[in-house]
């Protein structure tokens, strides 16, 4: 094969600090056009963005000569960045972790809409309850008192559901 040919899409969310409702509807209504901004420097691509005031979700195209890694830490720290220049008295910060994974492409559409209905989505499911089932479908190892801000919860292990 004479080129490289690649489709890595990613499902990104990651919360403000201390899981604070900082997200206003002005800064939601500006913040994914400025990841779309960040993105596009990286040759990536955001696909739908979306969120409540606690927390974003990014359905996000990278090339794989990009660390997804690098990429977060540059969409979370300008724009971090960005909404405490724009809106100074929010007193913004993003939490220091994130929650990474994978997207195949039958399953895009189905992301989008995902996080189109967020708002919709939450009136019925905590951000803690969401973040647990990702976390258990994705069969990826957790404890709850990490997930909690460091209660002393009792830890969990990935579900086979």
Same mark, same amino acid.
């Given at each position: 094969m004479g080129d490289s040919y690649h489709a890595?899409?990613?499902?990104l969310i990651?919360?403000?600090?201390?899981?604070?409702?900082?997200?206003?509807?002005?800064?939601?209504?500006?913040?994914f056009s400025y990841?779309?901004?960040l993105l596009d420097?990286?040759?990536s691509l955001l696909i739908k963005g979306g969120g @409540? =005031?606690?927390h974003v979700h990014l359905l996000i195209r990278v090339p794989p000569k990009h660390a997804p890694s690098d990429v977060i830490r540059d969409i979370k720290a300008n724009s971090s960045r960005w909404i405490r220049e724009k809106w100074p008295k929010v007193g913004f910060a993003w939490q220091?972790?994130?929650g990474l994974f994978t997207?195949?492409?039958?399953? @895009? =559409?189905?992301?989008k809409e995902y996080i189109e209905k967020q708002a919709e989505h939450h009136r019925k499911m905590t951000f803690l309850d969401e973040l647990k089932r990702y976390l258990k479908n994705h069969e990826i190892s957790f404890e709850t008192r990490f997930l909690e801000g460091g209660d002393d919860t009792a830890g969990d292990a990935p579900s086979s559901e």
């Open positions: 890595c899409h990613y499902h990651f919360a403000c600090k201390d899981r604070q409702p900082l997200l206003t509807d002005a800064i939601l209504s500006e913040l990841v779309h901004g420097v990286r040759e @409540i =005031a606690d220091d972790g994130y997207v195949s492409m039958s399953l @895009i =559409a189905k992301t």
